[in-house]
């Protein structure tokens, strides 16, 4: 075959997709068999319109426009220029100097624009998101049809990115919609964004959702809906919607280099916004389930320090004192692999399972200690308690640097290590709380340096064993390798008593 055979192939071949493409068949190759055929042409096409959608939904979508005073400042040196009568550029300067930059340092009033989606009519609430309202004096919901109403803050959360408004209902007849199942929606399904793109409202764009369970380091319990139906500024607390018409996702973020939509747009889904709207409403707050526990990722070199077939759960670095688990019931170095009956596949998963317990619940909890699987029963608290608590935990007992001492050293795993006394408190910060072997010294070259460990960092277990001397760490590092250990799990305090996991290897 040559290249212009091949070419002219090619050519038929894609000129019967668009022929087919116009007919509203779905073109499929010669060598497909029957029963395939009638099983692709058995699946759902792409809507040949989502015109009548569209129609239905763009009335209870709405733009939001806030405005915030801020004050003006003068800056040194920048003064407006003296014009001669008359210029047409004095009307310029006057905008700028006078009212955008505040005239004598006075306060301006900065805007900006969202969007939302009413949820209840009779009510008047609407949702968005809350950095569009974030610190806002004023808030005005312009609907579709031109008119405005002001809006009042019902409740906001920060950790979700969520905020619910208030309009009264009796000013206007509003169109609600409702929240769909996220966890239906699947990967290829086709999508409708509608917001107000800089600026531009009651604008509708259409995708598929191109991935599901998101973590875009955007807070503490990121699952976002992936899509690529075009999301621009402007378009922050819109809904996404599926082919039925149903809220499944609050668009929420962007990855763009330019600031504009390159197919690569993320929504809150509505499994997660649906909770935290409710009780928004109800209470103006969330409350959240607490655990009381600090976790980290379990990696493949923790999950072998372990005894663990696979890398899966997360670990346990710390426990909150005052906290739920406070009595032992779960401890540092345990592995939650199940929660309240849900698996916990990896760490972030355990973080929204917790949060979206109802406080005082009484749960099982699944860990791993000892190469052992157990079950534990826990009684949450309240997330919002608990951060205050979490708080003084971490900010307790620091002191004061002071000078260097000899103390009895031993060098392993390119560390030196000593014992910690009242001088090496006081020379590091170290709390008089934390308890172990400190680090005096890493080689910059060895394992250790690798994996972050740093001078003034306490080793208090090593593979679950609490060691408090050089000799219990060397002789801990002994056992290890003669068990053929390839890495030897290290607990590490912090100066403050904050402690993380480090696997360290030993080869």
């Known amino acids: 075959m040559n290249a212009a055979t091949s070419f002219i192939r090619i050519r038929r071949a894609v000129g019967a997709s668009l022929m087919a493409g116009a007919l509203g068949l779905a073109a499929l190759p010669a060598a497909v068999a029957p029963a395939e055929a009638q099983q692709l042409a058995a699946q759902p096409q792409g809507p040949a319109s989502v015109a009548d959608l ?20 003068d800056e040194p040196g920048v003064k407006p220029p003296e014009l001669p009568e008359g210029s047409p550029f004095q009307d310029f300067f006057d905008d700028y100097f006078k009212n955008r930059r505040g005239e004598g340092g006075g306060s301006q009033k900065v805007q900006s624009l969202g969007s939302g989606f009413v949820l209840d009519a009779e009510a008047g609430i609407i949702v968005t998101n809350n950095h569009v309202i974030a610190d806002a004096d004023e808030i005005e919901v312009n609907f579709s049809d031109g008119s405005k109403l002001k809006a009042t803050l019902k409740g906001r959360d920060t950790k979700t990115d969520l905020a619910v408004l208030e309009v009264d209902p009796k000013l206007k007849k509003l169109k609600a919609v409702s929240f769909g199942d996220s966890d239906k929606v699947r990967v290829g399904d086709w999508v409708m964004a509608i917001g107000n793109p800089f600026g531009l409202g009651g604008t509708v764009t259409v995708g598929i959702v191109s991935a599901r369970n998101r973590d875009i380091n955007a807070g503490p319990y990121d699952d976002f809906i992936q899509t690529d139906a075009a999301i621009n500024r402007g378009n922050s607390g819109g809904p996404l919607f599926n082919m039925q018409g149903e ?15 390159i197919g690569i747009g993320f929504s809150i889904p509505a499994k997660m916004a649906s909770g935290v709207v409710s009780q928004l409403r109800e209470f103006g707050q969330t409350s959240r389930g607490w655990l009381g526990v600090r976790i980290q990722e379990v990696s493949d070199e923790i999950a072998e320090s372990l005894g663990m077939d696979s890398a899966k759960g997360a670990l346990v670095s710390g426990v ?22 849900r698996d916990i596949k990896a760490m972030n998963d355990l973080p929204r399972a917790v949060a979206e317990s109802p406080v005082g619940k009484t749960v099982e909890i699944v860990i791993v200690r000892e190469g052992k699987e157990q079950t534990v029963q826990v009684t949450l608290g309240r997330l919002e308690d608990g951060e205050k608590l979490a708080s003084n935990d971490e900010s307790a007992g620091k002191l004061e640097q002071g000078e260097d001492a000899p103390v009895s050293t031993a060098s392993v795993l390119g560390m030196t290590v000593g014992e910690l006394d009242d001088e090496l408190r006081a020379k590091f910060g170290i709390s008089e709380d934390v308890t172990g072997v400190v680090v005096t010294e890493v080689n910059p070259n060895s394992p250790a340096a690798e994996k972050g460990v740093m001078a003034g960092d306490v080793i208090a277990e090593i593979a679950q064993e609490s060691v408090s001397t050089p000799k219990d760490v060397l002789d801990r590092i002994n056992t290890l390798k003669g068990q053929g250990r390839k890495s030897a799990l290290l607990m590490l305090a912090s100066k403050s008593g904050e402690l993380r996991f480090v696997p360290v290897p030993m080869n």
Request: proline share 4%; glycine share 16%; hydrophobic share 40%.
């Open 54 to 73: 569209a129609e239905r939904l763009l009335e209870s979508v709405v733009n939001i426009s806030t405005s915030q005073t801020v004050a003006g400042s």
């Open 320 to 341: 909150i004192k005052g906290g739920p688990v406070d009595n032992g019931s779960v401890q540092a170095g345990d592995v939650i692999v199940k929660f309240d009956g």
């Open 247 to 261: 809220v499944i996702g609050i668009n929420t973020a962007i990855i763009s280099p330019s600031g504009g939509s």
